[in-house]
Each structure stands twice: as structure tokens, then as C-alpha cells.
């Protein structure tokens, strides 16, 4: 299993759970290990009673397992070491709730009568003067297998939703490809004077058009999925890598570029593979926003008083700018004022600016173009 046992190890961290101050439950373990039993009657009556998860315990494939499952828990939560076992153990648990379709509420709601289960135990088994510190160790504990179990469920269940809209993406561009290349094939045929021509070139085109939504719908769940490396990147590199692409793509080479931009002082902080296809989306949208009278763009930086370690970058171009009921919408998937757009740059950079904590925004600028505002963190140290 991809368990991301750094992050999990910081959270423990962050939480305070060291061996030192586990060594506080040491002389009362026993007290709650004896009452493993007693805790999975407990849990399973209470569950019984709720009719959802009451047909859901009826109906479970093994007799007892879960029962048996409860009081191991409750066993290892007082025996273990919390090292990457124990984690692999609490992983397991959110992933197997997502296999059978139980409810998140629910998880959560059996870990706060564990919590509750475990208070009545010290209250009536601990000692008064050492009550307040065991129940400390207890509640993070419980904190701790909460945030693992839903880390897990949350995890299992965004890779489920990608796999599945990525596979369905597959098959179409699967088949897509089928039909645009028996079209071409069949066009290559065809008097270029017959009248019929023009349709076969529709055809392609649209077939054309259909390919770019499936390549762009996997680009945004392939940058939803990654994990970010953080680093320092200039943000001059950013948008000279953005124009390398997008020369590719015959780039009007009349198009003026004024960049204002000094690398080591317009930093910004984030992942590069996500800020490369963020800078890359904003500048193909500008570019074909230009009109051949004015073709000119300009890319500058600067710091927000109001917005400490952040840097602004401004990506203004003299082209016809959106309509005002538009802006919002240009964001969402599939939506695009283009005729053979994908409807899917903006929101990819959208997409790629909130990962990395940061944000876009549009605005119209009546009589001059747009400007595009990219927003994002910023070395502490940057002058600006």
C-alpha cells in the first residue's frame, strides 16, 4: 500500500506522541487491555441500535469477526508502539471502510464512544492523581487513529474516483482515436471539390476536439493525485519554460512579451511540475485572447502588504477581455468560449494554484485587455 508514513510520522509528531510520554499509561495498560472484550460488546450494541449500521452488522460477511476486529484494537491501541506496524494496521482500517461502504460518520462516531468508553474506565480503574495525565495520553491517542483512519478513507476514496473517471477517459480516447483515423483514412478518398469534403473535415476536427478533453482531463486528475515537491523557483523560469511550449503550438511570433521579472527576487514556493502547467494554461489562454492589431502581453511581480509571503504575478494582455457573467465559469470544467476548446486550461491552473496554497483570478480591464492575478507563497526572505 502507498502509505505516506512521513506525513503521518509528523502528525504524531505534531500531537506530541513520543515513547516518553507514552511511558505515562505503562502501570495501567493491563487495566484497559483487560476490558477489550467488555469495550467490543459495547461498541457493537451501540451500533446495533442505529438501523443503518445495525442491517451493516447483521449482514457482515464473517459472524464475530467484527467484534473480534473491536477488541484488537482496543488491544493494540494500549500495546503499541505506534511505529509504521501499528500505522500499516490503522491504514488498513480506512481503506477497508471504504471497500465496504461504511458510512465516515460513522468511523467517526466509533471512535468518540472509544473515547467516552475509555474516560468511564478511568474514572472508575485510575488513581484521581493520575486520571487528568492518563486521559491526556488516551485522547491523543484516539486523535491520532482518527486522523490516520480518515487520512486513509479520504485517500481511498479520491484514488477511486480518478481510476475510475481516468478509465472511462482511456476507453473514449481509446475509441475516439478509432473513428478519427477511419475518418481521415476515408477523407483522403474524397474529391477535394466534392461537396461532402467539408463534412469529413468537421468530422476530424470534432474528433480532434474530443481527444484534447480526454488528454486535458487526465493532466487535471494526474496534478490532483501528485504530491508536491516543494522548492524555490523563479518565477522567470516558470514562464520561459511556458513560452518554450508553447512555440510548439506556432506562437505568433509578432506577439510583444514585455517581462519584468528578476529571478532572484521573484520567488515563489511550490511544486514546479504544477506551477509549469499553471504559467503554461494562463499564457496559452492570453496568447489567444490577442488580436493581430495589438499582440502584446506583459508579466510582472510585487509584493501585497495585505498578503505577507505571498507574490503577485501579473500576466496582462491587450486582447479582448471576457465577459463579465463568464469569468466565474471559466474556471469550471468543460466550459470554454473557444469552438474546439477542451474547457479544461483554466481549471488545470486553477487546480495547480490551489495545491500549492495559492490562488488565480481574472479581471477585465474595460478599454485595455485583461489582467490575470496568480497569487502564491513566497520565500520569507523575498525582497519584495
Known amino acids: 500500500m502507498d502509505i505516506p ?3 503521518l510520522f509528523i502528525l504524531k509528531e505534531r500531537l506530541g506522541i513520543s515513547d516518553d510520554y507514552l511511558r505515562i499509561l505503562d502501570p495501567f495498560r493491563k487495566i484497559f487491555t483487560d476490558k477489550k472484550e467488555a469495550f467490543s460488546s459495547h461498541i457493537y450494541n451501540y451500533f ?3 438501523p443503518d449500521t445495525r442491517i451493516f452488522l447483521e449482514h457482515y ?3 464475530g469477526f467484527l467484534k473480534k476486529a473491536w477488541a484488537n484494537w482496543f488491544e493494540y491501541l494500549f500495546n503499541s508502539s505506534f511505529n509504521e506496524e501499528f500505522l500499516s494496521y490503522l491504514w488498513r482500517i480506512g481503506k477497508r471502510h471504504v471497500e465496504v461502504n461504511l458510512d465516515q460518520r460513522y468511523s467517526n462516531l466509533g471512535f468518540s464512544i472509544a473515547r467516552q468508553y475509555c474516560h468511564r474506565i478511568i474514572q472508575d480503574s485510575i488513581p484521581a492523581e493520575k486520571s487528568l495525565s492518563v486521559s491526556a495520553v488516551v485522547n491523543r491517542l484516539i486523535d491520532f487513529c482518527l486522523l490516520v483512519e480518515t487520512s486513509a478513507y479520504i485517500h481511498m476514496m479520491s484514488r477511486c474516483d ?5 478509465g472511462i477517459a482511456d476507453r473514449i480516447r481509446n475509441k475516439i482515436t478509432v473513428i478519427g483515423g477511419n475518418i481521415k483514412r476515408l477523407s483522403k478518398k474524397v474529391d477535394p471539390a466534392d461537396p461532402d469534403r467539408g463534412l469529413y473535415d468537421f468530422l476530424i476536427s470534432q474528433s480532434s476536439a474530443c481527444e484534447n478533453i480526454v488528454f486535458d482531463i487526465r493532466r487535471f486528475f494526474e496534478i490532483a493525485r501528485r504530491e508536491p515537491e516543494i522548492e524555490e523557483i523563479p518565477v522567470e523560469d516558470l514562464v520561459k519554460e511556458a513560452l518554450k511550449r508553447l512555440r510548439f503550438k506556432d506562437l505568433d511570433s509578432r506577439v510583444r512579451i514585455d517581462i519584468n521579472l528578476r529571478p532572484e527576487e521573484a520567488l515563489v514556493l511550490g511544486d ?3 506551477l509549469s ?3 503554461y494554461e494562463v499564457l496559452s489562454n492570453s496568447f489567444d485572447a490577442l488580436t493581430p492589431e495589438d499582440p502584446y502581453i506583459s508579466i510582472k511581480a510585487s509584493s501585497d ?3 505577507p509571503g505571498r507574490l503577485r504575478i501579473e500576466i496582462f494582455n491587450r486582447g479582448i477581455p471576457p465577459r463579465a457573467e463568464d469569468i466565474e465559469k471559466l474556471f469550471t470544467p468543460f466550459f470554454s468560449t473557444k469552438p474546439l476548446g477542451s474547457g479544461f486550461g483554466l481549471a488545470i491552473a486553477q487546480m495547480a494554484a490551489r495545491k500549492n496554497y495559492g490562488k488565480i483570478s481574472i479581471e477585465p480591464v474595460e478599454g485595455k485587455g485583461t489582467r490575470v492575478i496568480i497569487v502564491l507563497p513566497a520565500p520569507l526572505s523575498n525582497p519584495f
Open 5 to 7: 508514513f512521513e506525513k
Open 48 to 50: 446495533s441500535e442505529i
Open 61 to 63: 460477511e464473517r459472524p
Open 162 to 166: 480518478m481510476e475510475l473517471i481516468m
Open 272 to 274: 514546479r511540475k504544477d
Open 277 to 279: 502547467e499553471l504559467f
Open 305 to 307: 502588504s495585505a498578503l
